[in-house]
């Protein structure tokens, strides 16, 4: 009998670590907080290729002359990118030393690691810009035959909804955290991608687009008890600045 109650007891903490094991790790704007690495540089996606993570985000913005360049922010080194031509902010490099990627420089160093690339496409004012923008990256992506490699965010619904028209077949997450898993599924956007106070808000969401058949990411989360209180929440997705601690507690 307590050969039994021991032997159901190590089958309960095996599911148990099972269940754990299903969150994966993304590298927020890539493994940056590591020597020689810079945000959203080609060093910092080899780096998040290195850890063995499930993914490495990064971010798209598009130069005044139409060039797709990987970058945070919508200025860089004190040029506004959209109001920029390419040609003046090549000549910038990263503080690593790095020239400033461009997309197709980006996916063509993606294609030779092993890791997901989760490619945020950020926001803009006019809609015509935002539409070209993701018509731009989607045909790339495909180009270069990465359409199972490339998974898409966007604060913007118009470019969720844009990338649905364009790229029905991908991962396709929304960001703003406005809206349940329900409404963005008769849109046909299969993933939500929330800031982790809006997940604390709403945990019934998680639940919620797992029924219906869709992927919970949660960013940006650097706080231990925070990384352990969404594994046990059964997100599938944690993006972080840390991603070495959520690897810890999956271990």
């Known amino acids: 009998m307590m050969k039994r109650i021991i032997l159901c007891a190590v089958a309960l903490v095996c599911c148990i670590i099972g269940l754990q094991a299903q969150t994966q790790i993304i ?17 910092a996606l080899e780096k998040a290729t290195q850890g063995k993570f499930y993914g490495s985000e990064f971010d ?34 990263l503080n690593n030393g790095e020239k400033l990627p461009t997309l197709k420089k980006y996916l063509k160093e993606g294609k030779k690691q092993d890791i997901q690339l989760i490619l945020e496409i950020k926001s803009h004012k006019d809609k015509k810009v935002e539409d070209k923008v ?31 028209k364009l790229t029905p077949e991908s991962k396709i997450a929304y960001l703003n955290g406005d809206l349940a898993p329900a409404e963005l599924k008769k849109k046909g956007i299969n993933g939500i991608d929330y800031n982790q106070k809006v997940l604390f808000n709403h945990p019934e969401w998680v639940e919620e687009a797992h029924k219906l058949g869709m992927k919970v990411n949660v960013w940006t989360v650097n706080k231990v ?16 600045d840390h991603p070495l601690e959520v690897q810890k507690l999956l271990e």
Request: aromatic share 10%.
């Open 225 to 240: 008890e925070d990384m352990q209180k969404f594994i046990d929440m059964g997100v599938d997705y944690i993006t972080t």
């Open 134 to 164: 993701a018509s731009d990256v989607v045909k790339m992506v495909k180009k270069m035959g990465l359409e199972n490699q490339v998974e898409y965010i966007a604060f913007s619904l118009n470019i969720c909804e844009q990338l649905v």
């Open 60 to 93: 798209v913005q598009v130069t005044l002359d139409g060039k797709l360049i990987v970058n945070h922010d919508s200025k860089f080194q004190g040029f506004v990118i959209a109001e920029t031509p390419f040609s003046k902010l090549k000549k910038i490099r």
């Open 27 to 43: 590298a927020h704007r890539g493994f940056w907080k590591t020597e020689g690495s810079v945000q959203n540089s080609i060093t």
